[in-house]
């Protein structure tokens, strides 16, 4: 399905399919003077001009605003108002991060639709660490008070050890995790930059990508705080949220988003079957030139 994105006066509309663009037109929910753009276009182009090219509505002329800024320059600005974390001065710490998760986890299209572009990479990262490390703390919390309760249920390695010596590893990887976090925002975010990159799909800068990963991974790590399936919920969650975030953030289709986002590890999971394979060659060789395995003994 072809997605067509919007704007008026800077602010990003949404982003839609020819048949809603049709029916914004027909009820006047859109004009000509209106900027759209969509996969293959080098620039933002007035809907005026593009909607009888792409056999829609036939719009009045246009209108020309001398207040409009060129429909070049929106194609690189950053002027979106999500998300509610950077206005946290003015709304407060803690409603600023309910506003984020809320508009994160259950309004992905329309909030990475709106969202800052560009505005720094502090922002992000430190929603990203605070969130995630609040996650994995709770986490943290969980194994420790399994540890007390099923102590007979470690491996036997580890059963010789006192309940508060792994109580305390467990709980000093917290001290640490800040520093963990921050190296994984930048490599998580530059390996889906990269594959964006190969693609053909990175149409923004780092920047971009590093905020989409960033707001996204952070707000679905809550789902850690549920027991036993959280974990889970927390991988599939963020992995939608960034495929959404990097569809409207780039401008691209979800195939290319999925792609971006699959590519490393599938990447990775053909470098370990080609690794396996060698070495399984390179075992079978060897055993031939040095007569075979020997047979097992018989047992008596």
């Known amino acids: 399905m072809v997605t067509i994105h919007i704007a008026r ?90 506003q984020t998760l809320s508009s994160v986890l259950m309004r992905p299209t329309e909030t990475f639709t709106r969202m800052k572009h560009v505005g720094g ?72 930059h990269l594959s964006l990159k190969l693609i053909g799909g990175a149409n923004r800068p780092f920047e971009t990508t590093f905020r989409v990963v960033c707001y996204a991974q952070a707000s679905a790590a809550v789902f850690n705080f549920l027991p036993l399936c959280g974990g889970l919920m927390a991988i599939l969650w963020g992995s939608y949220t960034i495929i959404i975030g990097l569809m409207q953030g780039h401008g691209i289709s979800g195939w290319r988003a999925t792609v971006a986002l699959l590519l490393p590890g599938l990447f990775c999971c053909g470098v370990i079957l080609i690794l396996a394979g060698a070495g399984g060659f390179g075992f079978s060789e060897l055993s031939k030139e040095f007569g075979g395995l020997p047979h097992l003994p018989k047992t008596p």
């Open 121 to 192: 990479l502090v922002n992000p990262l430190l929603y990203f660490v605070l969130l995630s490390c609040t996650a994995y703390a709770a986490s943290v919390f969980y194994q420790v008070v399994s540890l007390s309760m099923q102590s007979g249920s470690l491996p036997s390695q580890l059963q010789h050890l006192p309940k508060n010596t792994l109580s305390f590893v467990l709980l000093g990887t917290i001290l640490i995790s800040p520093a963990l976090y921050v190296v994984s925002a930048f490599i998580s975010s530059g390996i889906t």
């Open 9 to 98: 006066n800077q602010q990003m509309l949404g982003s839609f399919s020819e048949e809603e663009v049709r029916e914004g037109i027909r009820s006047g929910r859109f004009s000509a003077q209106d900027l759209t753009w969509k996969e293959g276009m080098e620039t933002w182009r007035p809907l005026g001009e593009m909607a009888p090219q792409w056999g829609l509505e036939t719009l009045p002329p246009i209108i020309e605003n001398r207040d409009t800024p060129p429909a070049a320059d929106l194609k690189i600005s950053g002027d979106g108002i999500e998300p509610a974390w950077e206005e946290r001065e003015k709304l407060g710490f803690f409603p600023a991060i309910s």
